[in-house]
């Protein structure tokens, strides 16, 4: 396992890390078992950092690390938990709460479903366009003060809300939705995270399976409703994807393990999330980091899949509109 920092002074993690989200929602049903095997062995690769979100699975996800962290193993990893999405009790998101008491709120019950004192990265999972940024960190920060969370990261923001949020309490990483198939962040935000020295934490690298070859799974699967799964867009996009694994095979690597080599590449504090459900699709995973792309390799797998030919939006259009990062704004 390699090992970076999110930005040059802050703490050391995995250069992977195992996003944990798909464990307990979002593609259909997953087994407990192979989701706590799929934990311990990230742990046992060296992956320090598991991502969870209080609101995956109503708090279930949450519970799962708790019993899949047993046993000391808490102590071994950084706990990255996002907040704020509030959920009604069919599963439906219902909007944002990111004031201040509602933060604290949050966070009691995550320690208690974590069975732990603290959280290592604790972040808003989208703004909440009712409260001021400067009001949602500078109340993390009072839980930083306390010794219940160690440091603070964002999620989903735009490059104004990334400046006033770490003028308030330094950020050490913006999580976002980045890939092959996703590169609207080089535009505007990333030139900004190089600036303050804030981490990039990208998720989505294999867009949401679709560069891996992975197709919705049917009822509780929300790609049924991805615009990129639908109809001639699924077709082009599919392209996309034979492409890249074309490209892969000639280099001996898989399509997945390309696709975060490619991630991997684009910083020293870049650190990409996993969402593996099983150690196969882990192992798999794991293989990006004896890749080592030259600047010539990256820009030719840029030209295989460009970005401008990808089909439909990574969300539906009406979630498009609520994404603080997808506001082309000056920074």
Same mark, same amino acid.
Not at 146 to 156: D, K
């Given at each position: ?251 001996? @690597? ?30 798999? @995973? ?46």
């Amino acid at each position: 396992m390699e090992y970076r920092n999110l930005g040059p002074n802050g703490p050391r993690v995995s250069a992977l890390g195992l996003g944990c989200m798909g464990m307990s929602h979002a593609y259909g049903p997953s087994d407990e078992a192979a989701s706590i095997a799929t934990i311990h062995a990230a742990q046992e690769a060296g992956i320090t950092w598991l991502d969870t979100g209080d609101f995956y699975g109503m708090g279930h996800n949450e519970m799962l690390l708790r019993e899949a962290l047993k046993g000391g193993r808490r102590d071994r990893v950084f706990l990255a938990v996002k907040f704020g999405a509030q959920r009604d009790p069919t599963g439906a998101f219902i909007g944002f709460d990111t004031r201040p008491a509602a933060i604290k709120t949050a966070l009691a019950y995550t320690l208690q479903r974590l069975g732990t004192d603290h959280i290592d990265l604790y972040q808003p999972a989208r703004l909440d366009p009712a409260v001021p940024i400067e009001e949602t960190v500078g109340a993390i920060a009072d839980l930083v003060a306390a010794g219940y969370v160690r440091h603070i990261g964002l999620s989903e923001m735009g490059p104004a809300t990334i400046r006033r949020a770490h003028a308030t309490h330094p950020i050490v990483a913006l999580q976002i939705e980045y890939s092959l198939m996703s590169r609207a962040p080089e535009a505007e935000i990333l030139p900004v995270l190089e600036e303050l020295g804030i981490a990039l934490n990208p998720y989505g690298v294999l867009s949401r399976g679709l560069l891996g070859g992975s197709l919705p799974a049917g009822r509780g699967d929300f790609r049924t409703h991805s615009p990129r799964f639908q109809g001639e867009n699924l077709a082009r996009n599919r392209k996309l994807a034979e492409a890249l694994a074309a490209f892969a095979a000639e280099r001996g @690597a898989t399509a997945v393990q390309m696709a975060f080599a490619w991630a991997l590449a684009k910083g020293k504090h870049v650190v990409p999330l996993v969402g593996a459900r099983t150690p196969a699709r882990l192992q798999e @995973a794991l293989g990006a980091l004896e890749l080592r792309l030259t600047p010539e390799d990256i820009a030719a797998l840029e030209a295989a899949v460009p970005a401008e030919a990808v089909a439909g939006t990574r969300y539906p259009a009406e979630h498009m509109g609520s994404l603080d990062s997808e506001r082309r704004t000056a920074a």
